[in-house]
């Protein structure tokens, strides 16, 4: 197999699979990655079986998504072995490279194939870029104007940015989201846009912020304004809606002349949805303001869905066996779980609530399930342990600072950075043990990504890659 061989050596050559009745480009797999699959030699060209896109991205691509390679904020095994547990803006330990941002924005690092991507804008919103930043030196390779906008909604808020959504990697190209004002696909080489859609709008009112993630050859987008709320889903090649949902939501807010209140302030939310499986049918689920909902991933169509009396939903959901956990959002958020089985359909508010805690969970911040556990911060800095199967606190402790950002875990610990600069490095287990605290000379609301051993967080000003310089 020496043509093979050659091939994983390079690490920049491209695979050839066929599914789904129609070729695909994938780029190519890691060598020892590459040597465990079955492997058809067809007319000289490679096949590649039995694999999905979604899997093939999730796989070789690091950090591919806002909540990380499996969306649900845990960094992969062959990514975490050797992350840093301290580090020092002051004497410089642990950190490998820092690169500059110009302008504002709050989203994810997203990593693969040595290149980094995240977004900036302009304070008003009038300009919209793209970073690509390479992953071993810092150096910027592309850093371009994607998007113009004559009259952008002012934020109405001193949180959110004009780019805070992440960006979405796969395996053809890179997705840049910046809700209402534009999506594009680039090409991960050139950063030449590949299509773009500017028609597919809503008044956010305080700010994008839900992230796109991708499924096969679906990229689905959130789109929760004070006009219309809805996801829709395109095709990955060509930018064309597949699907589009609206929310059958029941806001409840209309005022004695029927119209929404507060210019319907009140059904906004800013939540990145996840997705499961239930029975071998794949369901998006995606909490929004007053509901949360699951939907057939290749259709659209509602499956279920259940009321709560929140809104500003930001977090996206996580599972634990078969259950959806869910963050209702804003201040008085709730976490709740949801049974997920064949029955599970209709309105089950009444019905397949497993657990609900009313008190004391995170707003802003994801929670990350862990084992048989779930962590997580709230915005003044309490970080709780919960069991999973009940919703039963097992310990608390408290940290300095305000936190926006959400954690991510190796399985082992919990990395958790705040506004003012510090990342607490606890252990992801009951004891929430503090194992370090690390200062950085500026604040972060972006959460944190990892690749290769390194961690790469992003403050208000720069970009740090942190870890050992090997």
């Not at 043509?3 to 070729?23: D, F, K, N, P, Y």
């Not at 072995?81 to 690169?99: M, N, R, T």
């Amino acid at each position: 197999m020496p043509g093979l061989m050659a091939i994983c050596q390079e690490c920049a050559r491209v695979l050839v699979t066929w599914a789904s009745g129609r070729v695909r480009q994938l780029t190519c797999l890691r060598r020892e990655k590459l040597q465990r699959m079955p492997i058809l030699l067809f007319t000289g060209v490679m096949v590649v079986a039995g694999i999905n896109r979604s899997q093939v991205s999730a796989a070789e691509l690091n950090w591919p998504f806002r909540a990380g390679p499996t969306l649900n904020s845990h960094i992969a095994a062959s990514d975490a072995e050797g992350l840093p547990k301290e580090w020092d803006e002051a004497s410089g330990k642990g950190i490998v490279w820092k690169c500059p941002l110009e302008n504002a924005g709050h989203s994810t690092p997203i990593i693969g194939d040595g290149r980094i991507w995240l977004t900036a804008a302009t304070e008003e919103g009038h300009r919209q870029y793209v970073y690509c930043i390479d992953q071993a030196t810092g150096k910027v390779i592309h850093h371009i104007l994607l998007f113009e906008n004559a009259e952008p909604e002012p934020l109405k808020n001193a949180i959110n940015t004009y780019a805070s959504p992440s960006c979405a990697l796969d395996s053809t190209g890179v997705y840049v989201h910046f809700g209402t004002y534009g999506t594009a696909k680039l090409d991960r080489n050139t950063a030449h846009v590949i299509w773009q859609r500017r028609d597919i709008n809503c008044r956010h009112f305080r700010g994008p912020g839900s992230s796109p993630i991708i499924f096969e050859n679906l990229l689905i987008l959130t789109f929760d304004g004070i006009d219309h709320q809805f996801l829709t889903a395109l095709d990955c090649e060509t930018g064309k809606t597949v699907w589009r949902t609206e929310r059958t939501t029941d806001y409840g807010d209309l005022d004695e002349n029927g119209q929404p209140k507060l210019e319907g302030d009140l059904r906004k939310s800013y939540s990145t949805p996840a997705f499961t499986t239930v029975n071998g049918r794949t369901q998006v689920v995606s909490v929004g303001s007053r509901a949360a909902f699951a939907y057939d991933i290749r259709t659209g169509e509602e499956l279920w869905t259940i009321r709560h009396d929140d809104f500003n939903a930001s977090a996206p959901p996580c599972f634990y066996k078969d259950f959806a956990i869910l963050n209702t959002g804003s201040r008085n958020a709730n976490l709740l779980a949801v049974r997920l089985a064949d029955d599970t359909r209709g309105d089950v508010s009444e019905s397949h609530v497993v657990w609900n805690r009313t008190k004391g969970n995170s707003d802003l911040a994801a929670p990350v399930c862990v084992g048989d556990h779930i962590l997580m911060v709230t915005n003044n800095g309490v970080v709780s342990c919960l069991e999973a199967g009940t919703g039963e606190e097992l310990h608390k402790i408290r940290l300095d600072g305000t936190f926006t950002a959400s954690p991510v875990s190796d399985g082992k610990l919990l990395y958790v950075c705040n506004e003012e600069g510090d990342t607490y490095v606890i252990k992801a287990d009951p004891s929430l043990e503090i194992v370090s605290r690390n200062k950085l000379a500026d604040g972060m609301r972006a959460s944190p990504a990892a690749a290769n051993g390194q961690l790469f967080v992003r403050t208000f000003s720069t970009l740090y890659c942190l870890g050992s310089k090997e």
